[in-house]
C-alpha cells in the first residue's frame, strides 16, 4: 500500500510541476537546441552514448539546457548522479559527495558523477578539494556555469575538464518548445503570440515556458474556465493572446508591453546608426532602467560593429567585444559604464554597411547555381601522393614576391570577375579601397585585371 502511495503522490507532484519541468527531455533526441553538442554525430552526444563522458564544464546563458544536459548525461550512463548547488554547499558537502562515490565504486563498482550547478561560486579552497577525485576519475564533474569560466574556475580544475559552450535557445527551436508547450497545456496560440513569448524569452527556455505557463493561466481566467489540464479536444483548447503575454512578464518585459520592447531596440540601433551618441545613450539607459539583460545590449553593439561600421573603423569590433566580455566579467550595474562606452565609440565612428553587402553577395553564388571545384593550385598539397594528381601545383606564395602580393586565381573559374566586397570612402575604408584598387587593377606586370 506505501508503494501505491508514493506512486500516487509522485504522479500528482508530476501532473503540479511547473511547466518547465514537465517539459524536460528525457532522451538527446527531446533535447531543443545545442545541435553543435547533442545533434546526431556531435562530440557530446558521442561521448554520452559510448559512456566515455570525462569532467566537463558546461557554460551557457540561463534557461540554455546545462542542467537537463547534465541530468541526461546521468540517465544515459551506468554512473550514479550526485548533484550539488555552489550556493548552498561547502567543502563538507563536496568531502561526503567524494567519500560517498568512493563508497559506491568499492560496493557496487558504479562511478559517480558530480554534478556542480554554479561552479562558479565556489571559492579556491572548495574547488582544491574535487581536484584529486576529479584527476583520479573517482568522480566524472560537471560544471554548470553562466560565467566565463576562465575567469571563476579555478586553472588547475579547468585543465581536467573539457569546456563545452552552450548557445542561447534559437528563435526557430524556441517557438518549436513553445508549440509543444501549448499542446502539454491543451491550449492555441497565433503565430504573433508565440513570436511575442520567443522574443520576449531572449533565448531562455525556461523564462519561455514560465511565460507560457503564465499566459495560458491568464487566457483561462479570461474565458471563465476553471484550469485546462486534462485532455481536451481543439475546439475546447484556451486561446492565448498577445495580450496575456504581456500581462504574464508584467515586471519582466517593459510595462509598455512586448511591442514597446522591440520599438526601443529598433530605436537604440537606429541612433548609434544614426551616429547620435546621446539617443544611443538615452535609449540604452531607458532599457536598463526597465530590466533588460545587459547582454542583449552587448550581443546587439556587437553585431552593429559588423553591420553598420565595419572596415570604416575596424577597432570598433574590438571595443564593442570588450565591452560584451566586461558584460561577463563585471555585471551590472558597473558593467552599464563599459556599455555606454560602447554606444558612444560606435556613435561616433565612421559607417559603412558594405561588409553585409559583401557576405550578402556571396551568400548569394553560393546558394546559387554558380559553384565550381577549388583550383588545383589551391588543392592541400600536405599529403603523400597530392603532387602526384596535380594537388597545388603552380600555387605562387605571396610572400615570395617583394609586395607581398602576386596574381593569382583564387576561386573558382565561374566566379572569376565576381567582385563582393566593394570600400566605401568613409573613415579608414577609404585607405583599405586605394589598396584594393591598385590590387584589383594592376597585377605585377602592369596589366589591367580584375582578380
Known sequence: MTGLFEAAAEERLRSRAPLAARLRPRSLDEVVGQRHLVGPGAPLRVLVERDRLSSVVLWGPPGSGKTTLARLVAVATRKEMVALSAVTAGVKDVREAIDGARR?????????ILFLDEVHRFNKAQQDVLLPAVEDGLV??????????????????MSRATLWRLEPIGDDDMAALVRRGLDVEHAEADDETVGAVVGAAEGDARAALTTLEVAVALASAREGRAGHAGPASDASRVAVTVDDVVRARAGRLYHQGVDEHYDQVSAFIKSVRGSDPDAGLYWMARMLEAGEDARFVARRLVILASEDIGMADAQALVVADAAARAVEL???PEAALTLAHAVVYLACAPKSNRVTLALGRARGDVRGEVRGDVPAHLRDSHYRAAERIGHGAGYRYPHDWPEGWVDQQYRPAALEGHVYYEP???????EVAARLWRLRIHDERGARRRI
Open 424 to 430: 566605401s570612402g568613409h573613415g579608414e575604408e577609404a
Open 140 to 157: 566524472v564533474l560537471i560544471g554548470a556555469t553562466t560565467e566565463n569560466p576562465f575567469f571563476e574556475v579555478n586553472a588547475p580544475l
Open 330 to 332: 563585471v555585471g551590472l
Open 104 to 112: 559506491r565504486l568499492g560496493e557496487e563498482a558504479r562511478g559517480t
